[in-house]
C-alpha cells in the first residue's frame, strides 16, 4: 500500500512541475490543454505540406509549418474497425480479438481487463469529451465510431459543440465527412467544375487530366476520373478543418488546444483500403502544440519528424498530453514528453476478415523495407469484396481489360495472386511493385531475415488471434449476402472454376 500511495504522490508531483507555469508565463498553462482529434477517414499522405500535387490544403498545411509532421505512422490495419478499435484502447486489435471487420456488433464481447477506451480515461480526470458532429448549422463530423466494442457504456457525452463547456479541458474528435466523398452514389462526377461542401464551394483542383494515378493502375479515363474525385476530397476536407480552426479562435480556446490531424487508416483507392501495402497503412499525421502551454520533449514548431510510430501510439501519447500516466499493459508508447520511450524500429499491421473475405496478412514496417507476410494461398487483388465491387470502378474495369487482353505491365501484374512473402524497399520503390523477398542481395536478405524473425516475435508476445478460426455461424450470414450480391457462390470460396 505505501508503495502504491508513494508512486501516486510522485506522478501527482511530476503532472504538477509539468504543467505549473514558470514564472513570467501565462497562468493558463496550470491547467490541462485541451485535446482536439480531427480524423480523416482513408488518407495517405495526400496533402500540400507532403508535397502532393493537384490538392489544396491551405488548413492542414499551415498546421504542418507551425507545428511537427510526421513522415512515418502506419495504421494497425488497413481498414477502418479494427484500427480505430486499435487506437481508442492502445491495444492491437490482434491482441484483444478485435481484428475482424466489424466484429462484436451483436453479442456480449468487453473489452479485456485492464483495457479501457481513452475518452473514458480522460472523462474519470475531468476533461468532458465530444464526438463533434456539428458546429452551428455546419456539419464538421460524421459522429462514426465503427468499434469492435459496443458493451462499454457511453464513449462521448456530446456531439454538439455548442455543448462543450470550453472553460474546462475537453477532448473533442471530429471524424471527416470528406473521406469517403461519394464513392456510393457519384453525385459530385456530374459537377464538373466544383464540389459541395456544406454551404461553400470550393475549386476541383484535381481533374482527369492533371492527375497521375499509380502506375499499377491501367492509364484510363476511369481511373484518372476516379484519381481526381480523391484528390478532391482532400481539398473539400481541408475545408471543414478551416472552420474547425476558426471556432477555436472564435471561442478564445485556440492558444489552449491541442491539435491532432490524423488519419485512420490508408488510401481510399482499390489497392489501398484493406490491403497491406503503405497505401493501405500509411497515414498523415500532424501534431499543434498551443502557445499557452509549454512544449513536450520532442516537439518543435517546423520540425518533420521521421521516426517509425504506429498510430497505436497515439493513445498514450494524448494521455500523455493530458498528463497522464500510461498503463503499464498498454501496447502503444508515448512518441512526445519525457515519458518517452526507445524509439521503434518497426510498426507492425494486420489485416484479418473483412465483411465476407477471409484473407490473412501481417505487415512489418521500418524506416526504408516493408515485409508483408500472406498466409491466404491465392489471395490477391481481384479477391472479390461487396464493398470494393461497389465503390471502386477500377475493379470491374481492370477484370474487363484483362479479359480483353489489354492489360500489360505492371496492371497485368497487380491481377496475380500475392506472394506468400514480399519484400519492399519503400525508397527506391514507393509504389511497392517490385518484390524483392527472393533477392540474392545481401542488403535485401537481411532485410528479409530481420523483419521475418521480427513478425515472428510480435505475433508471440503480442497473442495474435490470427491463428484462431471464427466460427462457421459467423462468417455465414456475410457470405450469404456475397452470394445475393454477385450469384456465385464459388467467388466467395474461391473456386477457380467459377471465377472470370
Not at 520532442?298 to 493530458?322: E, F, N, P, Q
Not at 497485368?412 to 519492399?424: G, N, R, S, T, V
Amino acid at each position: 500500500m505505501l508503495f502504491r500511495v508513494s508512486n501516486c504522490l510522485l506522478a501527482t508531483l511530476a503532472v504538477f512541475f509539468l504543467l505549473s507555469p514558470a514564472q513570467g508565463q501565462n497562468p493558463k498553462a496550470a491547467r490541462k490543454p485541451n485535446i482536439i482529434w480531427i480524423v480523416g477517414e482513408n488518407f495517405d499522405l495526400d496533402f500540400g505540406c507532403y508535397g502532393a500535387e493537384n490538392v489544396r490544403t491551405p488548413n492542414v498545411d499551415r498546421l504542418a509549418d507551425q507545428g511537427v509532421r510526421y513522415t512515418n505512422v502506419y495504421s494497425t490495419s488497413p481498414v477502418c474497425a479494427p484500427s480505430r478499435s486499435a487506437f481508442m484502447t492502445g491495444m492491437y486489435a490482434t491482441t484483444t480479438d478485435m481484428h475482424h471487420m466489424r466484429s462484436h456488433r451483436d453479442d456480449d464481447f468487453r473489452l479485456p481487463d485492464g483495457v479501457r477506451p481513452l475518452t473514458q480515461r480522460l472523462q474519470a480526470v475531468g476533461y468532458q469529451t465530444a464526438n463533434v458532429t456539428h458546429l452551428g448549422e455546419r456539419v464538421v463530423g460524421t459522429g462514426k465510431l465503427d468499434l469492435n466494442f459496443v458493451n462499454e457504456g457511453p464513449l462521448y457525452q456530446t456531439k454538439l459543440w455548442s455543448e462543450i463547456d470550453t472553460s474546462k479541458p475537453f477532448f473533442a474528435q471530429f471524424n471527416m465527412p470528406e473521406a469517403e466523398y461519394d464513392i456510393y452514389d457519384r453525385k459530385s462526377a456530374e459537377k464538373e467544375r466544383v464540389v459541395w461542401v456544406g454551404e461553400e464551394w470550393h475549386p476541383k483542383v484535381a481533374t482527369e487530366q492533371n492527375v497521375n494515378p499509380p502506375p499499377y493502375y491501367p492509364d484510363h479515363p476511369v481511373v484518372r476520373q476516379e484519381w481526381a474525385r480523391y484528390l478532391n476530397s482532400a481539398s473539400g476536407m481541408d475545408v471543414r478543418i478551416g472552420w474547425i480552426l476558426q471556432q477555436l479562435k472564435k471561442d478564445g480556446v485556440a492558444d489552449d488546444t491541442v491539435i491532432v490531424f490524423f488519419g485512420d487508416n490508408g488510401r481510399l483507392e482499390a489497392r489501398g483500403i484493406h490491403w497491406c501495402f503503405d497505401s493501405g497503412l500509411h497515414v498523415p499525421m500532424v501534431i499543434h502544440w498551443p502557445a499557452n502551454f509549454p512544449a513536450p520533449k520532442g516537439y518543435r514548431a517546423g520540425l518533420v519528424d521521421d521516426r517509425v510510430i504506429s498510430l497505436i501510439d497515439l493513445t498514450a501519447t494524448t494521455l500523455v498530453m493530458a498528463g497522464l500516466e500510461v498503463p503499464p499493459l498498454m501496447q502503444g508508447q508515448p512518441f512526445l514528453g519525457s515519458e518517452q520511450t526507445s524509439e521503434r524500429r518497426f510498426a507492425f499491421s494486420a489485416r484479418d476478415r473483412i465483411d465476407e473475405t477471409e484473407i490473412r496478412q501481417r505487415s512489418v514496417r521500418g524506416k526504408r523495407f516493408h515485409y508483408v507476410k500472406n498466409f491466404t494461398p491465392g489471395a490477391g487483388f481481384p479477391t472479390l469484396n461487396r464493398y470494393k465491387e461497389k465503390c471502386f470502378l477500377v475493379k470491374p474495369l481492370m477484370r474487363e481489360l484483362q479479359a480483353a487482353g489489354k492489360l500489360t505491365g505492371l496492371p497485368a501484374d497487380l491481377m496475380k495472386p500475392f506472394a506468400d512473402e514480399q519484400l519492399f524497399d519503400t525508397q527506391l520503390d514507393p509504389y511497392e511493385t517490385v518484390n524483392l523477398a527472393g533477392s540474392e542481395s545481401p542488403d535485401h536478405r537481411a532485410a528479409l531475415l530481420e523483419m521475418r524473425s521480427a513478425l515472428d516475435t510480435w505475433a508471440a508476445e503480442t497473442r495474435d488471434r490470427g491463428v484462431i478460426p471464427e466460427s462457421p455461424e459467423i462468417v455465414a450470414p456475410f457470405e450469404k449476402e456475397m452470394h445475393d450480391w454477385f450469384g456465385t457462390p464459388g467467388w466467395v470460396t474461391g473456386d477457380p472454376q467459377t471465377q472470370p
